[in-house]
């Protein structure tokens, strides 16, 4: 073909076709017939699309060092201008009927399942997969050939196209599927979350309550169901995530895993009555180095601390200095004095410490001993649990608290076995708590040897208690108590209206303010089982009709409260009076 010769139209119309294929997979089919007339038409300066996937590869050739700015150059000097793109929008898609919504699952990570890309991928809304792209050789176009699906979802832009003719489909049908995708709430509707007594129902036809759904225990992972259904019954916690734009400012995928999380947990428009965490649980995965993993049993409280902390530091703006709304649920201030002998001080001076920076005081004693006195914050607090005193039965197999030794022996007698037996030692939240009452020492031998005295000074909005059930040392971990079959240490705790300063003694408000110290139980996670195995389950309160639900991954029933004051209490977390 000479220099001055025209190119064919079939041959241009394929090279502009290349082009658009070449920009990323997802180019928009342009109209082949200039005079054919649409019935509406979406102009778009620059696709959405290629976008989302052309600024992910720049940052990851960022990250590798590579010389943007003069490609970006080259590129300008050889590309050609643009056009704008327009895309045919139809209602009338023949097409609507084939949409299966049973097998529609938005759970789980946005993968293309052919090319495991998270870039522009689609959901056949027929099958439920995943793909890539829709331009002619991307995997949603293969797809739509040869299954004969035509119905497919953007998961980010949420627009829905029919392939393999390239419209956009505009029909208010497809809003339900939308609202699955991507759950939404007014702020009116957030407010009246807790007044609402109405059942829910799913594709299958079951009943759910929003808010009250089970969680897929992936793969050991009831340690984080048990965490996030405690921490949904955290009002101001869950209003804060159910509105996207308050977190908007954060770049963190934990914060915004979590927050999808919540707004699938409480929407009322789900296809089924659970929801399973696992994008969330990748996000957990990376932020925390492989901490917590799916696969691997970890505590709840450990994994409570580090979520609050992490997600802290997260939402934290240099608006309000150091402050979030984790802080404002949940953080509260110890007045500590630790007790140091004045040898284990010059010992850590020649060692090159010092005496901790934020101490509000130093005090040295006439016997010796330094007190150092500090303010603290806390987002929990752990209380011990007393050691039952041991005595072995006469079989050298059973071990038994003393105090239960001659009441054991009459039973052992009576029955002829001992292993029938079901004791309950009740230990009074009243005496676990005296902990932080600023007179009782707390011997500590880590990071040194100290005597250690704690006293509240101010009170979060939300307190969460932790019962120090197991014990670590240097070869295994043990469960307080040690018998399994005949004894367990349960706490005696009120689920209402638990007024600490019956307990501890409290600073005195401010002149107009008033103090507030009483306290209603919202959740009660219990382990069962031995330690580094079991399980875990939660008591928690629905606030609409005050009732208590038992919830285990994804079994969810009914409860009473009295059954929640008679569990083996492991973390517990308490709503202020207002």
């Known amino acids: ?66 010389e943007e700015e003069e490609d970006a150059e080259d590129d300008a000097r050889r590309a050609p201008e643009r056009r704008p793109r327009q895309v045919e929008l139809r209602r009338d898609c023949p097409y609507l009927d084939t949409v299966n919504r049973q097998v529609l699952d938005f759970d789980f990570e946005k993968f293309c399942s052919i090319s495991l890309s998270n870039l522009n991928v689609y959901a056949c809304l027929v099958c439920g ?28 832009t949420e627009r829905a196209y029919c392939l393999p003719d390239g419209y956009e489909i505009n029909d208010p049908s497809l809003e339900d599927i939308r609202h699955v995708l991507n759950p939404r709430f007014t702020k009116e509707q957030v407010l009246n979350l807790d007044k609402n007594k109405q059942w829910s129902r799913a594709l299958d036809g079951s009943n759910y309550l929003p808010g009250m759904v089970g969680l897929n225990n992936i793969k050991e992972t009831d340690f984080v169901n048990v965490t996030i259904q405690s921490l949904m019954r955290v009002t101001p916690l869950r209003n804060f995530f159910l509105i996207p734009e308050n977190y908007q400012h954060s770049k963190s995928p934990l914060v915004h895993r979590f927050g999808e999380l919540t707004r699938k947990i409480w929407h009322a428009r789900n296809f089924k009555g659970q929801v399973s965490p696992h994008e969330f649980l990748q996000a957990v995965m990376k932020a925390s180095n492989k901490r917590f993993q799916i696969g691997v049993q970890s505590d709840p409280v450990e994994f409570m601390s580090w979520l609050l902390n992490t997600l ?14 984790i802080h404002d649920c949940f953080q509260g201030e110890l007045e500590v004095v630790k007790e140091v002998h004045r040898k284990h001080i010059m010992e850590k001076r020649e060692d090159g410490d010092e005496l901790n920076g934020d101490a509000g005081s ?25 050691p039952p005193p041991l005595f072995k039965d006469a079989m050298e197999k059973n071990i038994i608290p003393q105090e239960y030794r001659q009441y054991v022996s009459f039973l052992f007698v009576m029955t002829g076995y001992i292993g029938i037996l079901n004791l309950s030692v009740q230990v009074p939240l009243f005496n676990i708590l005296k902990k932080f009452d600023g007179e009782t020492v707390t011997e500590v031998v880590r990071p040194s040897i100290a005597r250690m005295r704690y006293r509240v000074t101010r009170l979060p909005k939300y307190l969460i208690l932790h019962m120090r059930r197991f014990t670590k040392n240097n070869f295994f ?45 919202i959740a009660n996670i219990v382990h069962d089982g031995k330690p580094g195995e079991g399980c875990y389950r939660v008591f928690v309160q629905r606030k609409s009709e005050e009732a208590w639900y038992e919830m285990q991954d994804l079994h969810v029933t009914e409860t009473l409260p009295q059954m929640v004051a008679l569990s083996e209490a492991y973390m517990q977390i308490y709503e202020q009076h207002e």
């Open 1 to 66: 073909m000479g220099a001055d010769e025209e190119p064919s139209p079939t041959r241009k119309r394929d090279r502009e076709e290349d082009e658009e294929l070449a920009d990323g997979g997802a180019a928009e089919k342009r109209p082949r017939a200039e005079g054919a007339s649409l019935l509406g038409l979406a102009s778009y300066e620059d696709d959405e699309e290629e976008d989302v996937a052309r600024g992910q590869a720049n940052g990851r050739r960022a990250e590798e060092g590579e």
């Open 129 to 156: 997969k995943y793909f890539q792209g829709r331009g002619l050789k991307s995997h949603a176009y293969t797809h739509s050939l040869e299954a004969g699906h035509h119905v497919f979802i953007n998961l980010q």
């Open 312 to 325: 802290h530091a997260k939402l934290k703006s240099s608006k309000k200095k150091n402050r979030s709304i």
């Open 362 to 386: 130093v005090v040295e004693t006439a016997d010796g001993t330094v007190a150092e006195t500090s303010k603290v914050p806390f987002l929990m607090l752990g209380l011990d649990l007393p």
């Open 477 to 521: 971990i043990e469960k307080n108590p040690t018998l399994e079959v005949l004894f367990a240490m349960t706490v005696n705790f009120p689920v209402k209206n638990l007024e600490l300063k019956d307990y501890i003694p409290l600073p005195k408000p401010k002149e107009n303010d008033k103090l507030r110290s009483k306290y209603d139980l």
